[in-house]
């Protein structure tokens, strides 16, 4: 069983775990690469329980030692190296000496096993749910910053082509509480953060609901500070051998979401997709080889070069 399998059992059966089962869960969750390097008594210690209480935990998941448990955490670290600095070095390591192919391989086969296990593990109900709640919202607030900026200004760009209620926090010039500052009950804020977490994106989403609004995210853990408060979440994979982590499935989700929203958006989203595409068109805003040969005519027919 690999880590991420492992996680999604430990998540869903967390609700029914007992308190002290449950700190040490949380901290497994938390904190893989402690569990795949310290010793069973010193993770108890750091989770604060008692190492037998270790030892239920890896019964209650059907395994026959604590050691078993511990070998999905341990093979994650091996295949994935945390910290830039060292999985930049081991990154240079596997590129050199024309191994360029392998690695582009790896990059390769870690990108297309996350966007599979992205739409497997959530499954069509976990969008769908996602994207109802994002098409009920008054106005959706949507915020995604540093590496995940990227994934949030693609849903802003495509969502408005056929809805005109998004609000972008981007936090230009340090603006993004203001932005914030209408947020109602009525909203949706829509958030995607993955670990280490970006501290205005959490409490952007903190604010959402602490205002009565809903919100969605799409983290990378369920028990991630996101998770935990959302009304819905879709968890996402982000390996990478690369020295930074993937955001290649969290692209795709967003694809999806806005692919389902618009299959479900009837006539009013042709009539503004329409409306979107002819006002492109107007500004001239994509390049046309056509466009191109009759520029060149016009400056032939004036005698110009």
């Known amino acids: 069983m690999d880590l991420a399998s492992l996680n999604k059992r430990i998540a869903g059966s967390f609700p029914r775990l007992s308190p002290q089962l ?24 750091a989770a604060e329980v008692h190492p037998s209480t270790m030892v239920r935990l890896a019964k209650v998941f059907k395994f026959s030692s604590y050691n078993k448990f511990r070998e999905p955490f341990q093979q994650h670290l091996r295949i994935r190296p945390k910290g830039f600095l ?12 024309g191994k360029v192919q392998e690695l582009l391989r790896d990059v390769h086969d870690a990108d297309v096993a996350n966007i599979k296990e992205a739409f497997e593990a959530n499954g069509a109900k976990k969008f769908m749910d996602c994207a109802k709640a994002i098409t009920k919202g008054h106005r959706v607030f949507v915020v995604g910053l540093r590496s995940c900026f990227p994934v949030a200004f693609f849903f802003h760009y495509v969502y408005r082509m056929f809805r005109d209620n998004a609000v972008l926090l981007d936090g230009r010039g340090g603006t993004l509480a203001d932005d914030l500052r209408v947020f109602n009950s009525n909203d949706v ?12 994106t959490v409490r952007s989403v903190e604010y959402a609901k602490k ?8 983290t990378d853990s369920p028990v991630s500070p996101l998770a935990e408060i959302a009304d819905h979440a879709l ?53 046309h080889q056509s466009k191109k040969r009759r520029g060149k005519t016009a400056k032939n027919k004036s005698g110009r070069s």
Do not use: C
Not at 86 to 97: I, M, S, V
Not at 189 to 200: D, L, R
Not at 211 to 218: E, F, I, M, S
Not at 246 to 251: I, L
């Open 22 to 45: 449950q700190r040490a869960a949380r901290y497994m969750l938390d904190r893989p690469d402690d569990v795949a390097l310290m010793s069973m008594r010193r993770l108890a210690k």
């Open 86 to 97: 060292e999985r930049a070095r081991n990154l240079q390591a596997r590129g050199a000496g």
């Open 189 to 200: 804020i829509f958030a995607v953060s993955f670990e280490p977490y970006t501290f205005e």
């Open 211 to 218: 205002h009565g609004g809903k919100a969605v995210v799409l």
């Open 235 to 287: 968890i996402i994979p982000k390996d990478s051998p690369s020295f930074f982590d993937s955001v290649a499935a969290a692209m795709a989700a967003v694809e999806a979401l806005i692919a389902i929203m618009a299959a479900e958006g009837g006539s009013p989203a042709l009539a503004s997709i329409e409306e979107s595409e002819s006002q492109l068109e107007v500004f001239d805003a994509y390049w």
